[in-house]
């Protein structure tokens, strides 16, 4: 048995090897996430590489989802948001980076720090101009966007609740409603939406999941998640395909029960 929500992992050191790549695809990885902040485009192509010849292993489609990297600033372990005083979301790394992924047919584009509906407009009229024709998704991690959304989702195909730069937004206390608000948003649209970051940061490290981290993950899917991602956990943690199929069992039990609960 398969859970509808899609389980999305970002390839990373830990996971950016053909074996490990069989074994996450095999144990039912649907989206795999490159990080496009990290890595060159050689790397990027050999993964993609490993990713089709595994799905055909495994019998499975697993689509690639592109994570363009934005304007960001890195400042240690931690980054920010680089593009004020009137700088553009989609930098020029970005379009060299999207033109690598067009032509590398992948499946769906993230753009990180998007502030309005512009900035996915402009991403759509890039990569039609290439002749591509994948999906975008809109990183909502600005307080901007979020008081954008409405407009956002109405011209992309789907959206993706970064907390991790959304607590850099809003107090820490908001944020679980800041996620709920998204997902209503998009799921009246009919539009994909995504849940990510830290959503099982313990298995970097460790085999098994705290249980806020389990509860964590139903509750997104309870209430209306499409797909709940891995970035750390699958990126460079010890325990990637643990955590893939620990995310494939915690999904198909909030799916079972999900008709049970009436959520806020």
């Not at 485009?41 to 990297?69: A, F, M, P, T």
């Not at 909502?140 to 011209?155: G, H, P």
């Not at 709940?228 to 990637?240: I, N, Q």
Request: aromatic share 4%.
């Amino acid at each position: 048995m398969e859970p509808k929500t899609k389980i999305v992992a970002t390839i990373g050191p830990a996971s950016n090897n053909l074996e490990t790549i069989k074994e996450l695809i095999c144990h039912h990885l649907d989206i795999a996430r490159l990080n496009f902040s990290w890595d060159t485009h050689e790397g990027h192509k050999k993964v993609i590489g490993y990713i089709r010849e595994s799905s055909k292993v495994c019998n499975k489609n697993v689509l690639i989802l592109q994570d363009l990297s934005g304007p960001r600033e890195q400042e240690g372990a931690t980054h920010h948001f680089g593009g004020e005083n009137g700088g553009e979301v989609i930098t020029e790394k970005d379009k060299n980076d999207l033109y690598f992924g067009i032509e590398e047919k992948v499946d769906m584009i993230a753009l990180s720090f998007v502030g309005g509906a512009k900035d996915m407009i402009e991403l759509r009229n890039l990569i039609n101009d290439k002749g591509g024709n994948q999906k975008i998704i809109a990183k909502i991690e600005r307080k901007i966007a979020f008081e954008n959304l409405d407009s956002i989702l109405d011209v992309s195909d789907g959206v993706m609740v970064a907390r991790g730069d959304l607590g850099n937004e809003f107090p820490l206390e908001e944020i679980p409603f800041i996620q709920h608000k998204i997902i209503e948003a998009a799921n009246k649209k009919g539009k994909m939406v995504i849940v990510a970051t830290q959503m099982m940061l313990s298995m970097v490290n460790n085999p098994t999941p705290t249980r806020a981290e389990v509860s964590d993950i139903a509750y997104a899917i309870i209430d209306g998640a499409d797909a709940v991602m891995l970035s750390e956990e699958s990126a460079t943690g010890k325990y990637s395909v643990e955590a893939v199929t620990m995310m494939e069992k915690i999904a198909i039990a909030s799916e079972k029960h999900r008709s049970d609960i009436d959520i806020i």
